[in-house]
């Protein structure tokens, strides 16, 4: 039961950091677009941001597997 509230507990914390860094990268590609002038059309605008959004999860999910592995073992 430990281990799965704490393997439970790994992955709601790297779910609120994923947010979390997921909104970071989106709000600083979005400025950069907007200081150096870019104007793209709304579709290349959502493709970039799903791109930085899946690129966060994908590494936080990995991340938080690997920390996983270490504690508790494959």
């Known amino acids: 039961m430990n281990t799965f509230l704490g393997r439970v507990g790994i992955s709601i914390f790297a779910a609120g950091v994923g ?4 909104n970071i990268g989106l709000a600083a590609s979005m ?3 907007a ?3 870019f104007t793209l059309p709304t579709a290349v605008v959502l493709l970039i941001g799903l ?3 899946m ?3 994908y590494v936080v999910a990995d991340q938080s597997s690997k ?3 270490k504690i508790w073992g494959s």
Do not use: E, H, N, P
Not at 19 to 22: G, H, L, R
């Open 35 to 37: 200081m150096f002038g």
């Open 31 to 33: 400025t950069l677009m």
């Open 55 to 57: 690129g966060v999860g």
């Open 19 to 22: 947010i979390a860094v997921s």
């Open 51 to 53: 791109a930085v959004v």
């Open 67 to 69: 920390l996983k592995d």
